[in-house]
């Protein structure tokens, strides 16, 4: 159960070669490493032991969108570290990085990160064969348990929440089964 702390990062600007814009990312190799045993992969001689997965960023209010949590040039970012790694960071980066409490990171995961992606992921080629099957067996007449069985079959593909190929909910959509799927901890 890995436990983590969402640490905001507000990413601004630089110019790059030939006056290129490019996002101004943290420089993690600042960050002190904590104990060996804080590490939640590795050996805990690099940043990424100490942190669950990359960044999740607001795919809805980029550099270029100015909204009153995002303004012109810059976008945030939430990596998911562990306490004592953000505790090292917020030394470093006091004015770029804050911890999220788990309501907020919530909304931001819900609404910012992952608010353009479907509740569903739809498995054409699954529907497509039950449909095929459902038609051929209705025009050959096959018998009514058959077709009662096939029918049950269908409505299991088409219930988001039920393990039959066709309509699944994607664990990755919000946080509660995100974090439910990868047994993720936040502390109060
Ligand atoms: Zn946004």
């Given at each position: 159960m890995p436990t983590v702390v969402p640490l905001l990062v507000v990413i601004g600007i630089r110019v790059g070669p030939g006056g290129r814009r490019e996002?101004?990312?943290?420089?993690?190799?600042l960050v002190l490493l904590p104990p060996?045993?804080?590490?939640?992969?590795?050996?805990?001689?690099?940043r990424e032991d100490f942190t669950l997965g990359s960044w999740h960023y607001d795919k809805c209010c980029g550099h270029d969108t100015v909204t009153p949590d995002s303004p012109l040039n810059t976008q945030r970012g939430v990596r998911l570290v562990t306490p004592e790694f953000a505790a090292n960071a917020l030394v470093v980066f006091p004015a770029t990085m804050s911890i999220l409490t788990e309501a907020q990171w919530e909304a931001f995961y819900d609404?910012?990160?992952?608010?353009?992606?479907?509740?569903n992921r739809v498995n054409i080629e699954a529907l497509n064969a039950l449909k095929v099957e459902l038609d051929l067996r209705t025009a050959l007449a096959s018998p009514a348990p058959v077709l009662a069985a096939l029918r049950a079959k269908i409505a299991k593909a088409l219930?988001?929440?039920?393990?039959?190929?066709?309509i699944r909910a994607d664990p990755l959509r919000r946080w509660a089964s995100f974090k439910t799927a990868q047994s993720i901890v936040i502390p109060p």
């Open positions: 996002a101004d990312h943290p420089n993690w190799a060996p045993a804080d590490r939640l992969s590795g050996d805990g001689t690099q609404n910012h990160v992952r608010g353009h992606m479907p509740e219930d988001p929440d039920d393990a039959e190929p066709g």
